[in-house]
């Protein structure tokens, strides 16, 4: 139903990752599973987001924003390529904390609106995580 009314099935997955997100963000009897998890949760919520309105409108808004301010829209994709160098940095400690879970739910909106080869690397990965998220999120609630 939301996802005829938004326009999109993404737009519930992304629903429907974010309540997962939460969901297990508040475990803490096994924290560390539970962290990737969360991030795991971020990074499908963030890519269905980047593929549905959501993103489109975040990311129309910062390339305007960047337009204006800055001058160069291209800044954007120069933003986006550094957000996911510095969450794979924090990656390498072993535990996703707050930034990466950040990185995931933000990069993938700015990768989708970043034009060139990056920009096409940044949709296809996108695509791909939320297709997942998709027929996860339709196994747990028996479409799937």
Excluded: N
């Excluded at 301010?69 to 994709?77: E, K, N, R, S």
């Excluded at 989708?112 to 297709?131: D, R």
């Amino acid at each position: 139903m939301l996802g005829f009314v938004f326009g999109s099935t993404m737009f519930v997955v992304m629903l429907g990752s974010l309540a997962l997100m939460l969901a297990s963000k508040r475990h803490k009897k096994y924290r560390k599973f539970s962290k990737w998890l969360t991030f795991t949760f971020a990074l499908m919520a963030g890519s269905a987001a980047a593929l549905c309105f959501v993103g489109q409108w975040a990311g129309g808004l910062l390339t305007a924003f960047a337009g204006y301010v800055l001058g160069a829209p291209a800044i954007v994709g120069v933003l986006a390529l550094f957000l996911v160098l510095a969450a794979i940095v924090d990656l390498l400690d072993g535990e996703p904390d707050g930034f990466a879970r950040t990185a995931a739910l933000v990069a993938p909106s700015m990768l989708a609106v970043t034009g060139g080869a990056l920009g096409l690397y940044g949709t296809q990965a996108t695509g791909a995580v939320s297709e997942a998220g998709a027929h996860l999120l339709g196994s747990l609630i028996g479409l799937g």
